[in-house]
DNA sequence: GTATGTGCAAACTTTTTGCACTTCG
DNA sequence: CGAAGTGCAAAAAGTTTGCACATAC
């Protein structure tokens, strides 16, 4: 990913370049452990000393806002974020807080089709997001 | 649910019956809208009015690590908590923040079957949780 | 009686806010 | 230039901790 694609996906959504915001989708991309706040303040620092915790939760806000970013739903109380925009799952240990994306089209089909079938009274889905809930085997260190 | 069986859940994990581990766990019967701690507090303190917001917090931490309780995940860092043990799903609205439980056996089946024929590599699944994220279609005020 | 649980208050962590200053376009 | 974004510091919000006292068993 080159700065002039994360440089476009602002523009695309007509909010202002700026480098803070710049490193804070770099940061993603180098990180992708969906990160934490903290994470990502640690990461952007080392290019912006003096860039303010704040900040970071303000940009953070805004990419949110403008769907370049999402939230982890986890058991804790600590905001993780995803900044992978394709449609997918999570894997998720809760003992290692250790979360990694899952793609699954076959199983996106196979629940698709089941709501088809079926809809909830009074609920209209907007989006299906599974959480695979276990333990990893120890393929790559923890990292939260 | 009487205040027998709430003692009964407790004894049966080997826990020591307070009054407030009761008043909690009957709260659970009464709000039924995965109410966050300070919920419970609000609510048990009309029982119990020098109960402590620590002893809360405590309480559900040791529901939780028994199993009594669950921690629901959200896209907020504001803890909410579940006390419905069978295996069930949540319909998400971030919006208004209100969850409902979603119960579903042909789904649960269709999608342990998918996963009996799909391993995935360097996770063992212990289990599976959906989001349904959408919007309520105000057939009840919204209750966070 | 003893291990366990509670109340209280202080501390800690994460996130939000307000405002002057700066920067992007 | 003007609107939007940033830095800073203070405050808010949620949660945890330590310890003396109280209670369950």
Known sequence: MTITNLKNRLVAKGLRVTPQRLAILEAFEKLHNHPTAEKIYDYIRKKFPNVAEGTVYKVLDTLVSNQLVR????????????????????????????????????????????FKNK?????????????????????????V
């Open 71 to 114: 939230k982890v739903n986890t058991e804790k109380d600590i905001m993780r974020y995803d900044a992978i925009l394709e449609r997918h799952h999570h894997l998720y240990c809760p003992d290692s807080e250790r979360i990694e994306d899952y793609f699954d089209e076959e199983l996106n089909h196979l629940i698709e089709k089941h």
């Open 119 to 143: 809809e909830i009274p009074g609920f209209k889905i907007e989006e299906i997001r599974l959480q695979l809930i276990g333990k990893f085997k120890n393929l790559k260190s923890n990292t």
